[in-house]
């Protein structure tokens, strides 16, 4: 399970790209794919679409299973919202699983290349926080929202806002500003680290009212947070 980073080549491990070359097969979402192309030589490439997880996991394992190479790609890190927790849940049922040696190769999260891009923002204790309900019931994404705003977590927001869920981020919105000051500093990160990057600063009543979709990252400071010289910080308390 191989973490390709944000997109940019340049932000691709040493041992990513190690295992994309030696790989005999390469499976993935196919967005994710597009990514890592100019990498490709005579790998075999088995891409599909969204929703399809479940099935690569048991396409990978199968071509594990046939003495293949294989390579299961996600877009930033494999164990943060990535296939490394699909596969290894497949593997646990599978009665041949000791014939496959396996290996999660971490790559930069959305949150890090994100957090690079505006500053400093993730110096102190945080929390990610998926708005996506396909898989997590929104009672539950509403309750860590609530407990992560109180205990004054910093807050990466993944998948924030879709063409089917459109209003889940004024939810979210309306359940942090609970807990937080409307100033609160925010920072709305698109394309983090690839193609088209572009970042806003603002603060958690107006964040909203920016371009925000699935390529999008949303960091929202703590009660320390701050910018300065156009940059997102949250200090961690060293008497500088």
């Not at 891409?47 to 293949?68: C, D, F, H, T, Y």
């Not at 879709?162 to 209003?167: A, E, F, Q």
Request: hydrophobic letters at 40%; proline letters at 5%; glycine letters at 8%.
């Amino acid at each position: 399970m191989v973490g390709l980073g944000p997109g940019d080549p340049k932000y691709l491990t040493i041992r990513a790209q190690e295992v994309i070359e030696e790989a005999d097969v390469i499976v993935g979402y196919k967005t994710y794919m597009d990514l890592i192309k100019p990498l490709l030589k005579q790998q075999v490439i088995e891409e599909s679409g969204m929703r399809k997880e479940i099935q690569r996991g048991k396409r990978a394992i199968e071509l594990a299973l046939s003495g293949k190479k294989v390579a299961v790609i996600s877009s930033g890190d494999p164990g943060i919202y990535g296939m490394a927790g699909v596969i290894l849940g497949l593997l646990e049922q599978d009665v041949e699983k000791e014939r496959i040696e396996v290996e999660v190769v971490p790559g930069v999260s959305a949150a890090n290349a994100a957090a690079a891009v505006v500053g400093a923002p993730l110096m102190h204790d945080n929390a990610y926080i998926s708005l996506s309900n396909l898989l997590t019931p929104w009672s539950v994404i509403e309750k860590r929202l609530d407990l992560a705003s109180a205990g004054d977590f910093v807050i990466t927001l993944y998948n924030p806002k879709s063409k089917g869920r459109p209003d889940l981020i004024n939810k979210a919105q309306e359940i942090i500003l609970k807990h937080r000051n409307p100033e609160t500093p925010v920072a709305v990160v698109r394309n983090a680290r690839r193609e088209g990057e572009s970042f806003v600063l603002t603060t958690l009543k107006d964040f909203t009212q920016e371009e925000i979709d699935m390529f999008t990252v949303v960091i929202i400071g703590n009660s320390q947070s701050y910018i300065a010289d156009g940059r997102l910080i949250t200090p961690r308390g060293y008497n500088i």
